[in-house]
């Protein structure tokens, strides 16, 4: 591949000086003749250019007869196309089946899913143990099999190159929206700059009666913006070599599970319990804006006494339900901490069920009062010390707060750092805004709402 490299650029230049030397003025005079000396030249050059082109040509023979030579050997070659004989009149293309000889992953997958997620999992693994731990085969593999490498400073990972293959990128993207509630409940925005103004409808227009002979009231829809400014978070880890010589479909599995989950986890901290200050990178989240004594109107007090989950009641949720605007119900959710949801809602929906021991047996699922019911984490989980506390949020979440990305995942690698412990750092990275910007005021309930626990 380098010796290959090195025939292309060395023809560019020789092409790249033929065009000089056909541009050079010629002797003084109005003749247009080429001297001898650039005449001589270009023979030169023009001899030279077909040498190389048929170096190029015979490497370019052998790297494809050798990568021919290990797909049998790997049984892993990308699908040929090929046309069929047997009507020349209809050129339809068929496609031969492809058998990956991929080594089984050690356990179940709990990052890669869905068709091949085996072979995903390995093709992101071999980047990694490529170009992270430098093999040479593997670095072989992924050029024969079409496994991009993004590595930047000249592919140095002393240097930090960016190492997250198109398999592994994908798959951490989507943990993020499976395991986070912010990126999936959030409404979603692409960022083209690091600062972005996203409008938000205000009022609307008004229909007012019209008396006869005379004009209509002038009415006006009002708007205004939301500032999205991206900010970076970052996941700093330190690998032992021996694992990432181990098993490459374990090894890229591992990483997608681990990134996403604490990219998820530091994402829904900030939009739901951020209080602003640096531990949430200034992000200010749902549950403690609505609860800052300037959106009251969307926050229902539980009935007196009631200071923790296992004392709600029916009738607390019900009344939160109840506060909810129509506009805001089509999409509306519950969400609630697991401990929540286990001491409240499902204690509830248990007992309604008696004595019927097939609705006990089988579980409530995850609805409540005909909503869905969103488990997140960071939400009050503690069973006592609750009073005046926030117990769970209600509504459409992606008309209360935006979740904007400016750059998806990526991970950088250096294995130099870390040499004398045999451990390679890897440093993820993700630039996004989280805003909670409707809530509701004092006077008027927000998309969500929120039940609180009595004093």
């Given at each position: 591949m380098d010796k290959l490299k090195k025939l292309l650029?060395?023809?560019a230049a020789v092409v790249a000086e033929m065009e000089a030397t056909t541009e050079a003025p010629a002797a003084e005079g109005d003749a247009p003749a080429m001297s001898e000396e650039q005449e001589s030249s270009l023979r030169s050059l023009e001899t030279r250019a077909a040498q190389l082109r048929e170096q190029i040509e015979l490497l370019?023979?052998?790297?494809?007869?050798?990568?021919?030579?290990?797909?049998v050997i790997e049984r892993a070659a990308p699908a040929?196309?090929?046309e069929k004989t047997e009507a020349p009149e209809v050129k339809e293309p068929t496609v031969e089946k492809r058998q990956f000889a991929v080594p089984r992953a050690t356990g179940k997958l709990k990052g890669f899913a869905g068709v091949n997620a085996e072979e995903r999992a390995y093709r992101a693994g071999m980047h990694l143990k490529g170009f992270v731990l430098g093999d040479a085969e593997a670095r072989r593999w992924c050029v024969d099999h079409g496994v991009e490498s993004r590595a930047q400073a000249g592919g140095i990972n002393s240097l930090g190159g960016v190492l997250v293959s198109d398999e592994l990128s994908s798959e951490i993207i989507r943990l993020v929206e499976e395991f986070g509630v912010v990126p999936s409940e959030f409404r979603r925005v692409t960022m083209n700059t690091d600062s972005m103004l996203v409008a938000r409808r205000l009022t609307g227009l008004a229909a007012r009666p019209i008396g006869e002979n005379a004009a209509p009231a002038t009415s006006d829809a009002t708007f205004d913006n939301v500032n999205l400014v991206a900010k970076l978070w970052g996941i700093d880890n330190r690998v032992p070599n021996s694992l990432l010589e181990d098993s490459v479909?374990?090894?890229?599995?591992?990483m997608a599970v681990e990134v996403a989950q604490s990219f998820a986890e530091a994402f829904d901290n900030?939009?739901?319990?951020?209080?602003?200050?640096s531990a949430y990178h200034g992000t200010v989240g749902v549950a403690t804006a609505i609860n800052d004594g300037t959106h009251s109107a969307g926050v229902v007090t539980a009935a007196t006494n009631n200071d923790v989950f296992a004392d709600l009641t029916l009738s607390d949720f019900t009344s939160l339900v109840a506060r909810l605007p129509v506009y805001a119900r089509r999409n509306a959710k519950f969400f609630i901490s697991p401990a929540g949801y286990g001491s409240s809602m499902l204690r509830l929906m248990v007992a309604a069920s008696g004595n019927n021991a097939a609705?006990?047996?089988?579980?409530?699922?995850?609805?409540f009062l005909g909503f869905p019911v969103v488990l997140c984490h960071p939400l009050e989980s503690r069973l006592s010390g609750t009073a005046n506390g926030i117990a769970c949020l209600f509504g459409d979440m992606s008309q209360?707060?935006?979740?904007?990305?400016?750059?998806?995942v990526t991970i950088k690698t250096d294995t130099s750092r870390f040499i004398e412990y045999d451990q390679t750092l890897t440093f993820a990275t993700s630039r996004v805004a989280i805003v909670a910007h409707d809530l509701g005021s004092t006077t008027k309930a927000g998309p969500v709402v929120a039940l609180k626990f009595a004093a």
């Open positions: 650029d060395e023809l370019q023979r052998i790297e494809a007869k050798q990568a021919e030579l290990r797909a040929k196309v090929v479909i374990d090894l890229a599995d591992a900030s939009g739901l319990i951020g209080d602003g200050s609705d006990v047996a089988g579980g409530a699922g995850l609805q209360a707060a935006t979740y904007g990305e400016r750059r998806a």
